[in-house]
């Protein structure tokens, strides 16, 4: 071997070991906007008693939340679609710091529910670019390892970061809650402005209306359309699985908490090992998330009544349900081409509205039956499948080279033969 190629070795495994902190640093701060979210479950009585409000207004707290993710956070992404995203990056998660300590100071509810509305749209800006980011450091065949690196920052606070951020909140209260998210923001900002990149915004790429053009293309639709029901699915019988658990199962107590475990583990486990999925064909692993998903549900409808059956239920729930999402996120970034800045805000808006919807219809059809909101998760995850089978003859557009125009091919949002 060369001098030169020992040189550039040495180089490449330096710029690969800068892209793994990089990474690790994403997923710290994904970890806290996760924990940041889902904490208010835990304090929502907490919250209530000490603003002398009712608990379903302090829901709103949550709903809030939703709608800033949601609306705000694609909102955000097209305003900021020409900024460095290192800027962007570290911008966003510094006021959600700043903006998420509004509460603790001023006391009111009011206050709070506008402050939900704007860190969840920081939240959503920030994930819209941190996708962003973690591809542009990478190889393109390792895309979607860096995407599930990013989300399983997410997972991880659904298993680990929610239950200890509530139990936290339980001992502490929800301020000190609230002020502790807020410092581990800073910290992992920090981290950010020591490791990531100057990532100047891409020449070519056009503005807010241009990257519209290709992010709203009907392929790119179908998709957040498959993501939205999968959500759905998946999210509205999980809302209402500790009553199912309990009247169903006949599980109880701590061993409640043991349940719920095999489904956070999983889901931790499932959400790293779909970025590889999604490497070798993000189609595909949809599909295959959608029809793990629905036959998982199946066992847990029909096993319900078997702890051991339920437990391996919820194990395959966890990995197929969270497996397909970093091949959603990469999937989106694939179809919208040249509108990826901007679609990469969309499937988190999809699924918050998906998990909406889908908390609302599992809610109706639980009422009198703890296994309603399981079977109608599963219809719904039924009505995935021929979707996410169509979605399988999508193509990327093809962009015309210099001198030939612009636009697409002409076989724009048409699936290809």
């Known amino acids: ?42 304090v929502i009585g907490l919250i209530a008693d000490d603003l002398d409000v009712s608990i379903p207004a302090a829901g709103g707290l949550v709903t809030a939340y939703a709608l800033g993710l949601a609306i705000g956070g694609p909102l955000l992404t097209a305003l900021t679609i020409r900024f460095d995203k290192r800027v962007t990056l570290i911008g966003a998660l510094a006021a ?34 941190s996708f962003v980011a973690a591809v542009a450091v990478v190889p393109p065949e390792r895309a979607g390892r860096a995407i599930a690196t ?39 900002c920090a ?58 199962t006949g599980v109880s107590g701590a061993l409640l908490s043991v349940f719920l475990l095999c489904y956070g583990a999983a889901a931790a486990v499932g ?51 969270q497996g397909a999402v970093p091949a959603y996120q990469y999937r989106v970034l694939e179809l919208a081409g040249p509108g990826s800045q901007l679609a990469s805000a969309l499937p988190a808006s999809a699924a918050n509205v998906g998990i909406a919807v889908g908390s609302a219809v599992c809610g109706l059809a639980i009422a009198g039956d703890p296994s309603g909101a399981l079977l109608t998760g599963l219809a719904i995850g039924v009505v995935a499948l021929p979707v996410a089978w169509f979605a399988l003859r999508l ?17 724009k949002g048409v699936p290809a033969e």
């Open 96 to 129: 959600f710091a700043v903006v998420n300590t509004t509460p603790v100071l001023l006391g009111q509810f009011a206050p709070f529910l506008a402050a939900r509305v704007v860190t969840g749209s920081l939240h959503g800006l920030f994930v819209a670019v």
């Open 271 to 321: 959400s790293v090992a779909g970025g590889r999925f999604a490497d070798s064909g993000a189609a595909r692993a949809m599909l295959l998330g959608g029809v793990g998903t629905a036959l998982a549900l199946l066992v847990l409808y029909l096993g319900g009544a078997s702890p051991v059956l339920v437990a391996l239920g919820l194990v395959a729930w966890g990995l197929f349900a």
């Open 1 to 42: 071997m060369s001098a030169q190629d020992t040189s550039a070795g040495a180089r490449d495994q330096v710029v690969d070991g800068r892209s793994k902190l990089l990474l690790s640093a994403l997923f710290v701060a994904a970890f806290v906007l996760g924990t940041a979210e889902l904490l208010m479950v835990g």
């Open 150 to 188: 990013v989300f399983s920052g997410f997972a991880v606070s659904a298993a680990l970061g929610a239950p200890l951020g509530t139990l936290v909140g339980q001992w502490l209260g929800w301020r000190d809650s609230f002020l502790a998210i807020s410092l581990l923001s800073l910290v992992a």
């Open 191 to 248: 981290a950010l402005v020591a490791l990531v990149p100057p990532l100047p915004a891409e020449r070519g790429g056009g503005g807010a209306g241009d990257q519209a053009r290709y992010a709203f293309a009907p392929r790119v639709l179908v998709v957040l359309f498959l993501g939205f029901l999968l959500f759905a699915s998946s999210y509205g019988a999980l809302t209402y699985l500790t009553p199912f658990l309990e009247r169903v």
């Open 395 to 411: 193509r990327p557009p093809v962009v015309a080279g210099p001198g030939e125009g612009a636009g697409e091919s002409a076989g």
